[in-house]
């Protein structure tokens, strides 16, 4: 039973495209992200939620928008898409810092 | 901001050997993570370290934080292959945000 559950898990598309990525946890926990992968491994948080509230949003394109219809899910989507998009995004949630974050399998994303 | 160095960025090592990561960061927190990504999967946590001083071992691995240096270490005990993977450290400020290491890929060979 996957605790971080993130759709889908590789995405190819084209420049221009609008699309979507699902994230769901079942763990309960209050506090989700999404965090940003680069071809360098370079990790960069990009949102947070608590409780559905938008917590922390960084200096990310207006293209990018959140989106928390409930505690148990994040959903990120992207309009517009651009060549420099193209990453590994992972979802992520906490409940407490004894344990850090859960994370999500990724979602890898290609922009042709 | 935030900044968090780890270094070596590669390390290449024989397996029975031992070796040392480590994790330097710019202000003050007490609260450092370590996880572990193997390719093309997600972080696996490895550890939690809450305090000054704090030390944790899992089998060949062990990581210590000393929040007065800012210097978290993971010390690779008699390495084997199974522990090839990128190592990242995260630190938690106190606005709950975490920045990571660029991460420490490590390859042990046969």
């Known amino acids: 039973d996957t605790a971080v559950s993130q759709t889908p898990k590789y995405l190819v598309t084209q420049m221009g495209n609008d699309k979507s990525i699902k994230c769901e946890q079942n763990?309960?926990?209050?506090?989700m992200y999404w965090y940003k992968q680069d071809s360098k491994k370079f990790l960069k948080i990009m949102f947070s939620y608590n409780n559905k509230e938008l917590i922390i949003n960084e200096t990310v394109p207006n293209r990018f928008s959140p989106k928390s219809p409930d505690k148990a899910h994040l959903n990120l989507h992207i309009n517009s898409l651009e060549l420099g998009d193209s990453a590994v995004y992972f979802c992520?949630?906490?409940?407490?810092?004894?344990?850090?974050?859960?994370f999500g399998s990724g979602t890898r994303l290609t922009v042709v | 901001e935030l900044k968090v160095e780890q270094n070596p960025l590669f390390l290449s090592m024989q397996e029975g050997k031992n070796y040392t990561i480590y994790c330097n960061y710019s202000?003050?927190?007490?609260?450092l993570y370590w996880y572990r990504q193997d390719p093309g999967k997600s972080l696996e946590s490895l550890f939690v370290?809450?305090?000054?001083?704090a030390v944790k071992q899992e089998g060949r691995l062990m990581a210590s934080l000393d929040t007065k240096a800012r210097l978290s270490t993971l010390h690779i005990t008699a390495a084997v292959h199974d522990l090839s993977a990128t190592y990242f450290c995260a630190v938690l400020n106190n606005f709950n945000k975490f920045y990571f290491g660029s991460g420490t890929k490590l390859n042990v060979k046969p």
């Open positions: 202000t003050t927190s007490d609260r």
């Open positions: 992520a949630s906490s409940q407490t810092d004894y344990y850090g974050y859960t």
């Open positions: 763990l309960g926990h209050d506090t």
């Open positions: 370290l809450l305090s000054n001083g």
